[in-house]
């Protein structure tokens, strides 16, 4: 199989090369995916909001596919106790938004946050630029296979609670997903796992890969839980 191969300036580089066969769906889907299809949040037209990014990582754990999430710490104004992917907002050092820019700050953030060794990581897609507005963050969602594993744990306690992989079986496993429902109104999908409620931003791109890469189970959609005022 050809498979695509393509590298930016410096030491950043997308490369499907060597992917494990279980993620091959997710590449595939990331070439193809619409913004329009992860959301109906669009960065606004015309530009503006802040430039972030987020890494998104797979790996291979003791109970199979596994995704790399943390918790913010419950002290933090904005967010707080939620669970998100490592990520942040782009620094000037990042480079070129348009470009790499999102790439570097997508495994930098990770570096500082989770103490992961970027060098472990290969990049191997890009999903399509999206929009939080209760934040202002356009978000560029890194797409990660986590080649080489490296301790991980929460590097700065009053920002991050905790960090932990939850295994790709368990937000596939309809027992484990539910409507999140928010006090303004807004329905959106959420998983119960690893001690945790995943909602909001992080919870509905999780919903879209699991569904573009048919990897999502039938679920019951009308199970619901109430989210917190102060989400």
Do not use: C
């Not at 015309?46 to 995704?67: H, N």
């Not at 490296?150 to 496993?173: G, I, M, Q, W, Y």
């Amino acid at each position: 199989m050809t498979r695509t191969h393509e590298t930016y300036d410096g030491d950043v580089q997308v490369s499907s090369d060597g992917l494990p066969e279980w993620l091959e769906p997710v590449e595939r889907s990331a070439r193809t995916i619409a913004p329009e299809q992860l959301s109906r949040f669009l960065p606004p037209e015309g530009g503006g909001g802040r430039q972030s990014a987020v890494l998104i990582l797979f790996g291979d754990g003791a109970q199979g596919p596994e995704l790399l999430l943390m918790e913010r710490a419950g002290s933090l104004r904005s967010h707080a106790g939620q669970p998100s992917f490592p990520g942040g907002a782009l620094d000037p050092e990042d480079g070129d938004p348009a470009t790499t820019g999102p790439l570097r700050a997508a495994l930098r953030e990770a570096e500082e946050e989770t103490g992961l060794d970027p060098s472990g990581v290969q990049i191997f897609g890009v999903l399509p630029r999206l929009y939080i507005p209760v934040s202002g963050f356009v978000v560029t969602p890194v797409l990660g296979w986590w080649r080489d594993r490296s301790p991980v744990a929460a590097v700065d306690p009053a920002e991050t609670a905790r960090v932990f992989t939850v295994p790709v079986a368990d937000l596939t496993d309809p027992e484990n997903r539910a409507t999140s429902v928010h006090p303004s109104g807004h329905l959106g999908p959420a998983f119960l796992v690893e001690s945790a409620l995943v909602w909001g931003f992080t919870a509905g791109v999780i919903d879209r890969i699991l569904h573009f890469a048919g990897w999502e189970r039938p679920w019951d959609r009308a199970k619901q839980v109430p989210l917190d005022w102060r989400a």
